[in-house]
């Protein structure tokens, strides 16, 4: 039930990433370092160089997969 705080970075040279937690939902809180009005979602596509914070809370003691997919 603890909020955790991840940031996202896409350190990759040309690609894009759509990035999920499968089961649990993300708040976005900043973006490229600057805060943002918070934005609940399941999914975001991450471009080259950019950073995200968002805020999870797992409801379950449980583990979660973090997935980044590449674009074509």
Do not use: C, H, W
Not at 41 to 70: C, H, L, N, R, W
């Amino acid at each position: 039930g603890e909020q955790v705080r991840l940031r996202i970075i896409n350190g990759s040279a040309m690609t894009f990433f759509n990035f999920r937690i499968p089961g649990l939902e993300m708040t976005v809180v900043q973006a490229d370092g600057q805060d943002v009005k918070p934005v609940t979602v399941d999914e975001f596509q991450i471009g080259v160089a950019e950073t995200y914070d968002v805020i999870v809370t797992p409801k379950k003691d449980q583990a979660f997969t973090i997935m980044a997919e590449s674009m074509p």
